[in-house]
Each structure stands twice: as C-alpha cells, then as structure tokens.
C-alpha cells in the first residue's frame, strides 16, 4: 500500500492528514499555535510555532492512521495566504510573521493602488483593490517603519515559502501565492518590477525567492533534520503546494471551466475555473496558472456571510438552536414576505469593492417576525453569491458548484442557495478540502498520475447533491432585480457626513 500526507497550515492550528490512495483519511493530526494583536489591526505569529506543529501534526497522523513511515510517497502542504515572513541568510525569522489578517499596511496599500501601474489590472481590470493583507504592501510596511529589518532580511516570503524550506532546505515561492497575491502574471510580464520600481522597492525582486515551482511540482526531499522531526525517511518528497482555498478547489475536483468551488464560512469565497482570460471591473483575477496549468481562475468573495448570521443569532436569538430557527424560516415563502436585506455588514469585497458599504434590512412592517429577518439575512448572503457569479460575465457560466464550509452543515442554507443560484449543489465526502488538495497535490507529484485532474477525480468523492427547485428559483428573479437595486439606493446612507 502506499499513501501520502497532506498538509493544512492553518489560522489556528497545521493539521495533516494520512491518505490512501482513493482520497480516503486513514488518520490525521493536528499542532495549533498563538496569535498576538500588538494593536488593532495587527496579527502576528511566530514561524517557529508552525515547525513545531508541523512535527507534531504529521507524527500524530502517523500514528493515528498506523501506517509504516515508509509507506509514505510524499508529502504537500498548503497555508494561509500572505502571511509574511523576514528572513536573515540562514533562514532565522528577523521578527514574528505579519499574519493574513494583519492589515497595519492600510496606507501602504493606497499608495500602491495610486500607482496606476499595469501590473494591477489583475483585480477589476485595475480598478482594485489593493489589500492591505498582500504581499507588497506588507513589504513597503516594513521598508518603511522597520528598516534595518527589511535591510538585513535576505528573503521575505510567505508562510508556503518558510515551512517548503524548513522541510528541504530550497527556497522557492509558490506560483500559485505569487499569482494571486503577488501580482506576478504568467505569460504577461511576470515580475510586478514596473510597480516596484515606481515604489521605490526594486531590491524586494531580489529578496523574494524567484525560484517559482507550480503546484504539484516537486520542491526537493525532506532533509535530515525534517525527516527526523516529522517522523518520515529522509528524502521523502515534498511537492509544492500553495494558498489554502484555491488548494482546496483541488480538494473538491474543481477542474474543468465552469465549474465553482463555493468556500463558506463566516465569509464566502467563490473560486472559479473560467474558460478564457478576463480583467474586469467587480472581478478578481483571472489567475494564469495559479491552480492547474494552463487554466484561468476567477474569484469573488462576501466579506461577511456566516457572520451575519452568527451576529443574528447572538444579538436577537441567544437561546433559539439554529435547527429552530432555519426550521421557522424555512416555512417562509422565498422573499420572506416583502423583507430584503443587504449582507454588507462589513462591507463589500466583490463586485462593488466598497469597504464603506453597509448591511440592511428594508420592508418592515409589524407582521414580521424573527424568523422573517433571518430568513432575509440568509437570502441576502445567497443573492450576494448569485451577483457575485452574474458579474463574472462571459468567461465563467456555472456548470456545476462543490460546496465546502459552514454552510454544509446546514441544509436550509443550502437549498436556499441552490434555489437563488439555479443550479445544482455539490457536497463532497471529505470536508476537508484543502488537506485533501495537497494531499492529491502529493500522489500527483510522487508520479501516480499523469495529471492534477486525474488524481483529483480519483481520489474526489461526492457526497450528495442539493436540486435547486424550479418554482422556488423563478421567484427569486424579482427579489433579485430589488438586491442588486439595493446598493445604489443605500450607498448615499452609508457614507459619513
């Protein structure tokens, strides 16, 4: 028999899973490390913890599935994106990760927006945004506030980039992070260096590792020190992985155009596979390359999804159980009896990319109950999916959609989106999708299929499917013509005087 390991370096914790062959979990384990929020809108981690947990997940996944080490063909990894790390020339962290969620470089951010530079069409056709949780304006963050770090720092990478080089000892970058959060373009002038150089931050090309290795790829073998940390021979293979959600469209067979990986969770991200290139307004992406080779990826996300409703239920409904309340509002008739609401409660990611935007809810009246406004709540997060879809265009035209998340967990939420998208819900067998992409990663990379697609449809397993209902779908088209009506009539409300 033989197996392989994937990895999924998380928020909170790295969890690694032992799979055969077939896509089947035999065991996993898990090692969580700390956050620390220096101040409000900072997050930090050490790099140090994810090595440790990085041992201790992968020998507990051993264990637990009770496989022989050797067995083992190799191993792939996927992170959190854009949490970055400096570097000295040994591969010593010069200070704690910045984390994802770190956005301290907000002012960093506009500045490389204002750039104008081509670079940036990669997001709305150069319209943005410009994340403060992206590499370049974490890098211009420490260029300017911490500089005799970022002078010393030999490479400033990603949390992928550190744990491929504690596990082989090569620095490289994953094409798949440079792609989506890097602006570096396969096949249209690759390096951002124009956008640099206009930043004043050239030497960041040369602290970067620019050695770029595809997913699936293989990155080297586990040296010494590895092996022996993580419990596996030395040598075993370690193949690239790459950003957690777009590993995870690996991890529930999202591979051929038209076809959508929906991640929910307090937010939403819809990740598409679209059968030709595109830049445009409300759209993120396409990405050349980031996931499979040769294939674009789209991508559109709701800032705020199950936090909405998490927000309901623990200011209005504290001792009413979910099962309650999606019962009360799934008696309700699509529409929730005139109540429209706007899921904007953080503002709005994509396609209006307004940070300002705020949530709503509009048409109350005294027969409205709470099991309407949640029903509303819900219907908006899933008309805001729906926009999100619509506004990709020509390029994606959803054939089919996998589910992954929260979401699954509740089949309400699940019909109603069916039902305000109109087409067909896919829920995989493994909820664990990320680990399972790296771990198809793995089998692909060890030679035991010829291609990405064939691994994931082998190792990929449908649980069940949820039918959009055709009546139910007809009458969401007027309540959808009011919730994309809605922001425009609400953005004057929602601006500060």
């Given amino acids: 028999m033989a197996y392989v390991i994937g990895i999924d370096g998380g928020t909170e914790s790295l969890r690694a899973h032992v799979f055969d062959l077939d896509g089947r979990s035999l065991g996993s384990g898990s090692g969580s490390y700390d956050t620390a929020f220096p101040a409000p809108g900072q997050a930090e981690q050490e790099p140090e913890a994810w090595w440790q947990a990085c041992g201790t997940a992968v020998r507990g996944a051993l264990s637990d599935a009770g496989v022989a080490p050797a067995a083992v063909l190799g191993l792939a990894a996927d992170t959190t994106s854009c949490t970055v790390v400096a570097c000295d020339r040994t591969g010593r962290p010069l200070r704690s990760a910045l984390m994802w969620m770190d956005v301290r470089a907000h002012a960093e951010a506009d500045v490389v927006a204002a750039s104008g530079d081509p670079a940036l069409r990669i997001n709305g056709g150069g319209r943005g945004p410009v994340s403060p949780e992206w590499m370049i304006p974490k890098a211009i963050w420490l260029k300017r506030n911490q500089p005799g770090i970022y002078d010393a720092a030999a490479r400033i990478c990603e949390y992928q980039d550190y744990l491929n080089w504690r596990l082989t000892g090569r620095w490289c970058a994953s094409l798949s992070n440079a792609s989506v959060r890097w602006h570096y373009q396969a096949g249209h002038g690759g390096w951002p260096e124009g956008l640099l150089a206009q930043l004043d931050a050239s030497e960041l090309l040369e602290k970067w590792p620019r050695d770029l290795v595809a997913p699936g790829a293989e990155v080297g073998g586990l040296t010494a020190e590895a092996s022996a940390h993580l419990g596996l021979p030395a040598g075993t293979r370690v193949i690239q992985g790459g950003p957690d959600a777009f590993i995870g469209m690996i991890g529930l067979n999202v591979t051929r155009p038209g076809e959508l990986a929906l991640i929910t969770g307090s937010s939403h991200l819809q990740l598409g596979v679209a059968d030709r290139p595109v830049h445009a307004p409300g759209v993120w992406g396409t990405y050349l390359d980031a996931v499979y080779p040769g294939r674009s990826i789209i991508e559109g996300g709701q800032t705020s999804s199950g936090s909405v409703i998490a927000w309901f239920k623990r200011n209005f409904a504290p001792d009413t159980p979910f099962e309650e309340l999606n019962a009360a509002a799934e008696a309700l008739p699509p529409g929730a009896e005139g109540l429209l609401a706007q899921d904007h409660f953080q503002g709005n990611r994509t396609p209006h990319t307004d940070a300002l935007s705020r949530g709503a809810i509009t048409g109350l009246s ?87 697609e064939d691994a994931a449809a082998a190792m990929v397993r449908v649980a069940s499917t949820i039918e959009p209902d055709a009546a139910r779908h007809a009458a969401y088209g007027p309540i959808y013509d009011r919730y994309r009506a809605a922001y425009a009539a609400l953005k004057p409300l929602s601006e500060t005087p």
């Avoid at 709540?377 to 035209?397: M, N, P, W």
């Avoid at 589910?403 to 995989?428: C, E, N, S």
């Fill in 366 to 452: 005294l027969k409205h109950t709470p099991a309407h406004v949640y029903r509303a709540l819900v219907e908006s997060v899933c008309l805001g999916t729906r926009l999100i879809v619509d506004s990709f265009g020509e390029a994606f035209t959803p054939q089919r959609i996998v589910v992954a998340g929260g979401a699954t967990r509740a089949p309400f939420w699940l019909q109603v989106h069916a039902d305000t998208l109109g087409v067909p819900l896919q829920l995989p067998e493994q909820p664990e999708a990320p680990a399972l992409g790296s771990g198809i990663l793995a089998a692909y990379g060890a030679g035991r299929f010829d291609r990405i």
